[in-house]
């Protein structure tokens, strides 16, 4: 009995020894009798038989993914490569990369990555030598030819099967390239007829201006009499080509006009002037038309608007055509009315007449250059299209706007802003100067030191630092209401000096202005011994707070910045300056 168990056991463990030597799934043990150790032989048969299967679904699953991943390859529209992580070398291409590379698959799958991609990277890959979880960049890429190509390129590190591998997608960029040099020589090219346009304007425009002011001169001097006595049929003769030749010389001047904006060689010679004084300059020149059409002209001023910064002939020649425009196409007995009022920071204008009205397809067109709205009305009123196409850059130029409410036969109403300045002028405007006493020289100050009468003495002075016209002011209110005295700068070597000279109790800084930014004044002011102590609060429309600490900024505000969140900055700085 013992013998026969023993050799039975002998078998059975010569069986599992067979079996884990071959590794092979399939083998069986095989064993006779119907005790204990052929049941143990039926489990062990059963238990390979569920391994065998488990390993014919892994290995079905396997397949169909990798049909499934080759399926995605191969269309997908840009290159892919696989790559081993660990000999660098192509192990796997879709046709996309097979396209832009110029070489078959064959010829591809065994080469190092580098003989393709990123030739220049040898030793400093940024996923296995420097150890990013990814790269995106745009680089050079050698087709088969060995030409190279601009890419924009993405790699990933992954695990496949247990392995790990790089997965590098790339897109050629040549088109995109070529499109861009295309776009770039367009650009230039109309740049060129632009300026050559404008150049041919301008001169044109003085040649006609010329002989004009000469038919214009000596037909008013005939027409007075100065001469000769002549008969009224001639006078009235004579003042018809004054009047054509007067008329001819402001559609002219306006091509003039429109040139130089286009040329970007309009200047703009501000200054603070009442607008009261502009409206009854602008009523005595316009109630003659309105009279002579039989309408009514209302002008209207309130009291919350006094003075206003702008150039005066512009702003009048705004007025001018805007009211000429009214009113021209307003029929008699209409009214044509004139406004101005306070709007927060800016001066509100607005013209209404009870006219023919605009469509609302004729508004897309409004203040395009030449453009009349139907030919039926520009038959019976004459004009080019250009003055409101004036009028809006010169309102642009100011850094204010326009906008227009008209509906088809019952009227229309044109309104625009400007920036305000109020009162006697203590208020300084966009880019001049109000003079800090004993300031910087050399340097052109903004807005100069303030105490508006609000103001207590004892508060101390801040540096407001921005190059956009209406955010500075803004600033400048804001902290003059709340009685602190405001010295502006417009640029960074402007806020430099200022702040070394004036020694302000905090400096407000914008960070995007042309020249040197707010992070190169920031940079220069931690630098510098006598301005390296002042608290500087960015101001900005950049969300970049963390640079800002970098920097050594006590606060960061993202535009519009709100008024209780600063000022309460500015009370802990003072509060912590008084402790000092």
Known sequence: MEKSVLARLTLLSRNVSAITEKGSLSSRVHMDGNDELHMLADDINYMLQTL???????????????????????????????IDSQTKRIVDVNPAAEEIIGLPKEDIVGHKCHDFMCSAEKGKCPISDIGMSMNRSECMMLNGEGQKIWILKSVVPVTLSGKDYFVESFVDLRKIKEVEEKLIQARVAAETANRAKSDFLATMSHELRTPLNSIIGFSDLIASGS???????????????????????????????????????????????SAADVFSEVKQ?????????????????????????????????????????????????????????????????????????????????????????????????????????????????????????????????????????????????????????????????????????????????????????????????????????????????????????LKPLAITLDIMMPGMDGWDVLKHLKEEEWTREIPVIITSMLDDKEMGKTWGAVDYFIKPVEKEFLIATLEKIEKDASKK
């Open 52 to 82: 065998e299967n488990n390993e014919i679904e892994l290995q079905a699953a396997e397949h169909e993914n990798q049909q499934k991943m080759a399926t995605v390859l191969a269309n997908i529209i840009s290159g892919i490569l696989i």
């Open 227 to 273: 001469v000769g006595e002549i008969s009224d049929r001639q006078k009235r003769f004579i003042e018809n080509i004054s009047t054509s030749g007067k008329h001819l010389l402001a559609l002219i001047n306006n091509v003039l006009d429109l040139s130089k904006v286009e040329a970007n060689k309009m200047e703009l010679h501000c200054e603070i002037f």
């Open 285 to 501: 020149l316009i109630s003659p038309l309105a009279a002579k059409k039989g309408l009514m002209a209302e002008f209207i001023i309130e009291n919350d608007i006094t003075n206003i910064y702008a150039d005066k002939t512009r702003f009048k020649q705004i007025l001018f055509n805007l009211i000429s425009n009214a009113i021209k196409f307003t029929p008699s007995k209409g009214t044509v009315t004139i406004s101005a009022s306070r709007k927060e920071y800016m001066a509100r204008f607005t013209v209404t007449d009870t006219g023919i009205g605009i469509s609302e397809d004729g508004k897309g067109r409004l203040f395009q250059p030449f453009t009349q709205l139907d030919s039926s009305i520009n038959r019976q009123y004459a004009g080019t299209g250009l003055g409101l196409s004036l009028v809006k850059q010169f309102i642009e130029m100011h850094n204010g706007n326009i906008w227009v409410a008209s509906e088809v036969g019952k009227g229309t109403t044109f309104t625009f802003e400007l920036p305000l300045i109020k009162g006697d002028g203590n208020k300084v405007s966009p880019g001049k100067a109000a003079g800090i006493e004993n300031a910087l020289d050399e340097t052109n100050i903004v807005s100069g030191t303030i105490r508006p009468e609000n103001s207590i003495c004892e508060k101390p002075l801040i540096l407001v630092v921005e190059d956009d016209d209406n955010s500075r002011e803004l600033l400048e209110i804001t902290l003059e209401n709340e009685g602190y005295r405001v010295a502006s700068a417009s640029c960074g070597r402007e806020a430099i000096k200022l702040a070394g000279k």
